[in-house]
């Protein structure tokens, strides 16, 4: 989402009315909420330790903490690049709210990372970098080959998952025995 907006956005819906500027303006806003969309999902699993420790105030105060800069900043970017500042600073409070449940659940020592986790949770950075640029040169080299947009996304898509996957797998994130396992257990529990 971040690496390649516009073959996105332009590939899925630039015919008709929606123009190349459309795409460009559109990639930006893109670009803006996929940066705060790994924050979101983290700061949602911490704001729900909050409450399973009968903490409702805490969770609260992030939000209108997380509220408040998004709207200052996004009052601020608007000034100098219009619509995407919105996104920009959407995708920025997210990393301060994810920030500030960390900073209260260490207090409590509720959340603790161990060296598995850690370990883990680099090898997953590195993958998604090494990722992004294959991704990039993809979405770079293929149209000079492929005219058709939509062959060019697919085999972008394709590449990038498949290389990932096979990354998480032989770095030892992600162990297919055991999910193997979860998959039956999940099966037995429906």
Do not use: C
Not at 20 to 49: E, H, I, N, Q
């Amino acid at each position: 989402l971040m690496v390649i907006p516009e073959l996105l956005i332009g590939t899925l819906f630039e015919r008709g009315a929606f123009s190349a500027s459309d795409t460009s303006v559109t990639s930006y806003v893109l670009m803006g909420y996929a940066l705060g969309l790994p924050p979101y999902v983290l700061a949602k699993v911490f704001s729900t330790l909050h409450w399973a420790r009968q903490d409702t105030t805490t969770p609260v105060r992030i939000s209108i903490i997380a509220t408040v800069f998004n709207i200052i900043l996004s009052v601020i970017l608007m000034q100098y690049i219009g619509v995407a500042g919105i996104a920009f600073a959407t995708g920025l409070a997210g990393w301060l709210q994810l920030g500030l449940h960390l900073r209260a659940l260490r207090k409590t020592r509720v959340v603790e990372f161990d060296a598995q986790f850690k370990k883990n949770g680099m090898k997953i950075v590195i993958g998604s970098a090494l990722m992004a640029a294959i991704v990039f040169g993809l979405a770079v080299i293929l149209p000079s080959y492929i005219t058709h947009k939509i062959i060019v996304l697919g085999l972008v898509v394709v590449a990038a998952g498949g290389f990932y996957g096979l990354f998480v797998w032989l770095t030892g994130v992600v162990d297919l025995s055991s999910l193997r396992k979860l998959k039956r257990n999940a099966k037995t529990s429906a």
